[in-house]
């Protein structure tokens, strides 16, 4: 008989996480009751190459135009009269990022997933879960799983009454607001602006539209946003040319961690697990090192005829990737408040990013990290 997952939650991470694992010898059901909604995720998500490849295999090569890919980048920031470009990347023949809308992702994932015999979709609340049994009841009885993957979201009532809410937490003050631009520029590279108000990126999904992410202060006054938008973009791009952008959204950021992400046979993904400043793009990457490890552990314990029910599988996950993951954490929200406006370190700022570019070492360093994550 199969051993049996069950996965909650039908966001990106719950998604990837259900259409990867399926392709191993097991049953999965995935508790998604807005499964037929349209997805309404006006993000993007930015993929290192070795993700990307890493995601193309199980989506399969006909998809990838689906992905925008892009060869260089540019780092910017904001000087008293003028956005100086302190730092370029770039590596020969060689895509650095892949940027999809996360709609198109997400509607690639459940076109997958319905025609998967491994997946099994539960559109129906949970009433509760037993930690101890590993049992779901649902409004209609209630199913023994051999392990439980909550990837349900930050701020999830499940998830902080089985595994608490015990947080490393630093609140940074800001919104990223996001909105889809219209452009008439010849070519465009995905692009970082640190200004005084927040880092903005600039990162195409197609030849004449690129999706705009800023992170501003939460107490931000956002009646000209649209104005100020304009202003900036014409600023860094160009004045005489036209843009036009879609409605904008807007979503909270923090660095949030919680202490635990496991219990008994119960593992949280995601978001519910872990939050990070959009800042370098990580979030996703994150989350697909994760869905790679985890993949890699259930099929080496599959291999050997092992049980996945109280196994070491979740101790060897959370040893190999929670290091990682909060490191980047740490590190990109330092990288956001080093680049904060401030009269007293400004100075300073502007004197190591001076000459910064010349440093291939550290560019590399960069291009690795951002690529395959720290510990490859």
């Not at 730092?87 to 895509?95: L, P, V």
């Not at 070519?187 to 539209?209: D, H, R, T, V, W």
């Not at 519910?272 to 400043?277: A, L, P, R, V």
């Not at 406006?341 to 990290?369: A, E, G, M, Q, Y």
């Amino acid at each position: 008989m199969k051993q049996k997952i069950c996965i909650v939650g039908d966001g990106l991470t719950g998604l990837t996480a259900a259409f990867i694992l399926s392709k191993l010898n097991i049953k999965i059901d995935l508790v998604a009751p807005s499964f037929q909604k349209k997805p309404k995720d006006k993000r993007t998500t930015a993929l290192s190459r070795s993700n990307y490849d890493f995601l193309i295999k199980f989506l399969g090569n006909e998809n990838a135009k689906l992905f925008w890919p892009s060869n260089k980048i540019n780092l910017y920031h904001e000087t008293s009269d003028e956005n100086k470009n302190f730092m370029s990347f770039q590596e020969e023949g060689k895509n650095l990022m892949y940027v999809i809308e996360n709609n198109k992702l997400k509607y690639l994932f459940k076109k997958k997933i319905k025609k998967s015999k491994n997946i099994k979709i539960f559109k129906t609340k949970i009433k509760n879960i037993d930690p101890n049994s590993s049992t779901i009841s649902f409004e209609k009885g209630k199913i023994t799983y051999d392990s439980i993957f909550l990837c349900m979201g930050k701020g999830s009532n499940i998830i902080d009454n089985l595994i608490g809410k015990r947080y490393v937490h630093n609140n940074t003050k800001q919104i990223a607001i996001t909105t889809t631009v219209k452009h008439n520029l010849q070519s465009l590279n995905p692009s970082q602006y640190f200004f005084k108000e927040g880092p903005l990126a600039i990162l195409p999904i197609s030849k004449n539209y690129f999706s705009l992410v800023w992170s501003i202060n939460k107490n931000f006054n956002l009646k000209n946003i649209n104005n100020l938008i304009i202003k900036k973009l014409k600023m860094v791009l160009g004045s005489q040319k036209v843009f036009s952008f879609s409605a904008i959204d807007f979503f909270p950021i923090s660095l949030k961690f919680n202490v635990s992400c496991t219990k008994n046979n119960i593992l949280v993904l995601g978001e519910g697990s872990y939050s990070i400043h959009p800042i370098a793009g990580q979030g996703y990457n994150l989350i697909l090192r994760d869905i790679k490890t985890l993949n890699k552990e259930i099929k080496k314990f599959l291999s050997i005829g092992m049980q996945l029910k109280d196994s070491q599988i979740f101790n060897n996950f959370v040893s190999i990737r929670k290091p990682e993951n909060f490191l980047f954490g740490v590190g990109i929200d330092f990288i956001n408040k080093f680049f904060t406006d401030n009269k007293i370190t400004t100075p300073v700022k502007n004197l190591i990013l001076r000459d910064i570019n010349k440093f291939k070492f550290l560019k590399n360093l960069s291009l690795n990290l951002s690529n395959k994550g720290i510990f490859y």
